[in-house]
């Protein structure tokens, strides 16, 4: 059976990641989180995150660039993969469609941040593109 595959955003504007708040399921909601969601059949990843983006944020596909990819691919199960990818936010305003709430943090705040646990596996591809683009 083939792999399910999860896009990530990593979305930096200057030196600071948007981060999204989980409402579900019940053991992750309230922790944070990199917003997007699963790739469908047939949607290459950058086309799968830029749709997830514009769905839970509330933003146009073409408010958002997705870039290369970010850290490693992460296992969340025998039958999903987890993979991140830089965006560039070019126009429009986040706003938390499906997330309890969204915050801009800082290279300094990463580490402050109640991730899901997965997501934590990024922090120092995080650190060093936040560090980059500053």
């Known amino acids: 059976m083939p792999t399910q595959i999860v896009v990530a955003g990593a979305v930096i504007a200057g030196s600071t990641l948007l981060v999204a708040q989980r409402v579900r399921p019940p053991e992750l909601a309230g ?7 699963k ?5 290459t990843e950058r086309v799968a995150l830029a749709r997830e983006l514009a769905e839970e944020l509330g933003l146009d ?14 296992p969340l199960d025998g ?8 965006v560039r936010l070019l126009g429009g305003e986040p706003h938390p469609h499906d997330h309890r709430a969204l915050r801009w943090v800082t290279v300094d705040e990463l580490h402050d ?15 060093g593109a936040l560090r980059a683009s500053s």
């Open 39 to 43: 790739v469908a059949p047939g949607e």
């Open 113 to 127: 941040v109640d991730w899901v646990p997965a997501d934590r596996a990024w922090l120092t591809d995080l650190m």
């Open 31 to 37: 922790r944070w989180e990199l917003p997007g969601g």
């Open 61 to 74: 596909v073409s408010d958002v660039a997705v870039g290369d990819r970010l850290g490693d691919d992460i």
């Open 79 to 86: 039958m999903t993969t987890l993979r991140a990818y830089r």
